[in-house]
């Protein structure tokens, strides 16, 4: 390539380290957030009724799930921890959009079909869920692209990994990892609904990957 534009310093430091010229790469932010802006501008499409329903009291927790390594046994604890948060929780509503895959869905909904308060919903487009979260509270997920999009819209995100590729998130406060125990799953959940600061900590913490003007950079 005769340009490179990188997301962050640290992707601009991983192309240095490859020997490619200073001259040739530029930090630019991640288009991903420039179309994720543009879209929570737009006026929402439907979302599902339990979301246009919630209180002002109600915290909409968004979850999403879907690495191989967490199929299984890992999957099975993170639907516990989930339980186990609207149990001690009984304001907290969850959405959690449920992959096509059929070894997430059969241990989700077997798992969390029938648990007051959390919502099992098949994956929603773009816009959709880009609206959804801007609704959440909290996200909870193993998505890469959602660690990057969430700190955009000031929402704090809980990574169900034992580790991330998107260590700038990490560094940055914006993103905590957390594996899939679920003792840990709700105490950092509970920390986040119980502590003002610390949410806010998170919440007000700037994202890493673009302000929403990375192609106009490129374009530049």
């Known amino acids: 390539a005769d340009w490179h534009f990188a997301p962050t310093e640290r ?16 930090v630019t932010g991640n288009t991903v957030m420039d179309a994720l802006l543009m879209i929570v501008r737009r006026p929402a499409p439907p979302l599902p009724a339990f979301v246009q329903g919630l209180t002002p009291q109600q915290r909409l927790l968004v979850v999403t799930a879907h690495r191989r390594e967490n199929w299984g046994e890992p999957m099975r604890r993170l639907c516990r921890a989930l339980w186990l948060v609207t149990e001690q929780f009984p304001e907290t509503v969850v959405a959690f959009s ?6 997430v869905r059969a241990i989700v909904h077997a798992e969390l079909a029938d648990i007051p308060r959390i919502h099992l919903l098949n994956p929603l487009d ?20 959602i660690q990057e999009e969430a700190p955009s819209l000031g929402k704090p ?4 990994r034992e580790v991330t590729e998107r260590p700038e998130g990490v560094a ?5 990892v957390v594996g899939t125990d679920p003792q840990r799953i709700v105490a950092e959940t509970r920390r986040l609904l119980l502590d003002t600061e610390a949410y806010r900590a998170m919440a007000c913490g700037q994202n890493p990957y673009g302000d929403g003007r990375a192609a106009e950079r490129i374009a530049a």
């Open 126 to 145: 773009y816009a959709a869920f880009a609206h959804l979260m801007a609704r959440a509270y909290l996200i909870l997920t193993d998505s890469g692209g």
């Open 11 to 26: 992707a601009q430091g991983n192309l240095l380290r490859e020997g490619v010229p200073t001259e040739r790469i530029f």
């Open 172 to 176: 940055g406060g914006v993103l905590k």
């Open 157 to 160: 995100v809980l990574v169900l």
């Open 98 to 103: 449920v992959h096509l895959n059929p070894n």
